[in-house]
């Protein structure tokens, strides 16, 4: 990205603004990577109380350091303009999860709802960054929304990203148990379904509940074993394969039937 100077104070460059503006900058940000960027003072004091802006401490003949990459840098900077926004469900999820934070960390109220609602969108595609995101900053219904989603991740590599918020891990696992719990009473069950017609799918199932029956009730899981785990000899079984279709429905309808806690009301519960 060039470096566009607009003018000079009495020691620095200022580069530009890149938002294609004609205002002049008076402020010299510059990212975790190294890239400078022109600011005005006037737009972040608009738009937030906590940027850092000149005589907030901060003078024009300074470079301020910013924790942030150049791509949420330049973000905020666009966003912090009166001009028409880009679409937000175009921005990758990772950059949209670093703007997210950036958002939380400055208090810039227009940018922090206009990722809130983008990150509940793909709370369903990214589980557990949404519902870090959302514990950290007090969003419950996000949160409620996203926890679900977690208990298919593996456990441990889960655990560990969880081990950076203590209270938030532990709440975590309890709500995790309530669904073993429920998984336990659920495969106990016999789905009572005759298929007379291959021996071998009575020992699939039982294979199938006893890989799943210690984890958290979740139809993706048993989807998941059924295309990893189903017998090669089975596959070839007109029988056998069209089972499947019964056989979700059935956790489908099951699993309607439960009334598993949301993790606000299993956090309460304990």
């Given at each position: 990205?060039?470096?566009?100077?607009?003018?000079k104070?009495?020691?620095?460059n200022?580069p530009?603004?890149?938002?294609?503006?004609?205002?002049?900058?008076?402020?010299?940000?510059?990212?975790?990577?190294g890239v400078r960027?022109?600011?005005?003072?006037?737009n972040?004091?608009?738009f937030?109380?906590a940027?850092?802006?000149?005589?907030?401490?901060?003078?024009?003949n300074?470079?301020v350091q910013?924790t942030?990459?150049?791509?949420?840098?330049?973000l905020?900077?666009?966003?912090?303009?009166?001009?028409?926004?880009?679409?937000?469900?175009?921005?990758?999820?990772?950059?949209?999860?670093?703007?997210a934070?950036?958002?939380?960390?400055?208090f810039?109220?227009?940018?922090?709802?206009?990722?809130?609602?983008q990150?509940?969108?793909v709370?369903s595609?990214?589980?557990l960054?949404?519902?870090?995101y959302?514990?950290k900053?007090?969003?419950d219904?996000?949160?409620?929304?996203?926890?679900?989603?977690?208990l298919?991740?593996?456990?441990?590599?889960t655990?560990r990203?969880?081990?950076?918020y203590?209270?938030t891990c532990?709440?975590?696992?309890?709500?995790?148990?309530?669904?073993?719990e429920a998984?336990?009473?659920?495969?106990?069950r016999?789905?009572?379904?005759e298929h007379?017609?291959?021996?071998y799918w009575k020992?699939?199932?039982?294979?199938s509940?006893?890989?799943?029956?210690?984890?958290p009730?979740?139809?993706k899981?048993?989807i998941q074993l059924w295309?990893?785990?189903?017998?090669?000899?089975l596959?070839y079984?007109?029988h056998?394969t069209g089972?499947?279709?019964?056989?979700?429905?059935?956790?489908?309808?099951?699993?309607?039937?439960?009334d598993?806690?949301?993790?606000?009301e299993?956090?309460?519960a304990?």
């Open positions: 990205m060039a470096e566009k100077v607009t003018h104070s009495s020691t620095l200022i530009a603004c890149e938002a294609g503006c004609t205002q002049e900058t008076d402020l010299v940000l510059q990212s975790q990577d960027f022109g600011a005005h003072s006037a972040l004091a608009a937030s109380d940027f850092p802006v000149v005589d907030s401490g901060i003078n024009a300074e470079v910013m942030e990459r150049a791509d949420v840098v330049l905020l900077l666009q966003l912090t303009h009166r001009q028409r926004w880009m679409r937000s469900d175009k921005i990758p999820f990772g950059l949209l999860h670093r703007l934070e950036a958002a939380e960390k400055f810039i109220p227009a940018i922090m709802e206009m990722c809130r609602i990150m509940e969108t709370a595609k990214h589980p960054e949404v519902f870090i959302a514990c900053h007090s969003y219904d996000i949160r409620d929304a996203a926890a679900p989603g977690t298919d991740l593996p456990f441990e590599s655990l990203r969880l081990s950076a203590p209270s532990i709440s975590w696992i309890s709500f995790r148990h309530r669904y073993v998984s336990v009473q659920f495969y106990s016999d789905p009572n379904i007379s017609e291959c021996f020992i699939f199932w039982r294979r509940v006893l890989s799943l029956i210690a984890k009730l979740s139809e899981l048993f295309r990893d785990e189903f017998p090669c000899s596959k079984c007109r056998c089972m499947l279709p019964i056989i979700r429905h059935w956790i489908r309808t099951e699993l309607a039937k439960l598993m806690p949301s993790f606000t299993a956090v309460n304990t």
